[in-house]
T-cell receptor, first 111, second 115 residues
Framework: GENVEQHPSTLSVQEGDSAVIKCTYS??????FPWYKQELGKRPQLIID?????GEKKDQRIAVTLNKTAKHFSLHITETQPEDSAVYFC??????????FGQGTILTVHP | DAMVIQNPRYQVTQFGKPVTLSCSQT?????MYWYQQKSSQAPKLLFH???????NEADTPDNFQSRRPNTSFCFLDIRSPGLGDAAMYLC??????????????FGDGTRLSIL
């Protein structure tokens, strides 16, 4: 089955800096890669996703890049703000919408 | 305007006492999922329904069962909860076909405590 590795497990940045979280996946058949933000005690919320026919996607301060050959994808957050502090999960999808999640990254943005 | 609704938000049950968690959706999505999420861990898929077809993950304990009486509702039954089953249970939905990639929408979850 699919295996997703996510790094780093914790990330601490100063407000205004950029944050980068990286994930690798094992199943070359995976074709959809969402990123979820989860605040304490709340639901995971989709913040951006990318499909395997696209190399990069951007939405305001958030961008995701995908390298299919190397089987890795990354989340980039620019101009970080304290409200960006949360746990971020990457995921990879194979058949029937089944998602395999990475282990999560605790992002802390210091004012 | 919640689209995936889970009830209750918090559930306390006794060791070994059956418990049912519910999920409903207003999105008319054909795929529904149940995840277990323990503290500081990623959500772990327990099973999912693709339309009426039930798909159980290989490592989901027999203690966990699910029912989907119609498109809108899905239930998670834990027959004999143990202390290790204390967790957040997340329901999610998506619009799925074999070749499409649609996002999953999560409910707020039910936090289950075992006494």
């Amino acid at each position: 089955g699919e295996n997703v590795e996510q790094h780093p497990s914790t990330l601490s940045v100063q407000e205004g800096d950029s944050a980068v979280i990286k994930c690798t996946y094992s199943d070359s058949a995976s074709n959809y890669f969402p990123w979820y933000k989860q605040e304490l005690g709340k639901r995971p919320q989709l913040i951006i996703d990318i499909r395997s026919n696209v190399g990069e996607k951007k939405d305001q301060r958030i961008a995701v890049t995908l390298n299919k050959t190397a089987k890795h994808f990354s989340l980039h957050i620019t101009e970080t703000q304290p409200e960006d502090s949360a746990v971020y999960f990457c995921a990879a999808r194979t058949s029937y919408g089944k998602l395999t999640f990475g282990q999560g990254t605790i992002l802390t943005v210091h004012p | 305007d919640a689209m995936v609704i889970q009830n209750p938000r918090y559930q306390v049950t006794q060791f070994g006492k059956p418990v049912t968690l519910s999920c409903s959706q207003t999105l008319n999505h054909n795929v529904m999922y149940w995840y277990q999420q323990k503290s500081s861990q990623a959500p772990k898929l327990l099973f999912h329904y693709y339309d009426k077809d039930f798909n159980n993950e290989a490592d989901t304990p027999d203690n966990f069962q699910s029912r989907r009486p119609n498109t809108s509702f899905c239930f998670l039954d834990i027959r004999s909860p143990g202390l290790g089953d204390a967790a957040m249970y997340l329901c999610a939905t998506s619009r799925g076909t074999q070749n499409s990639n649609q996002p999953q929408h999560f409910g707020d979850g039910t936090r289950l405590s075992i006494l």
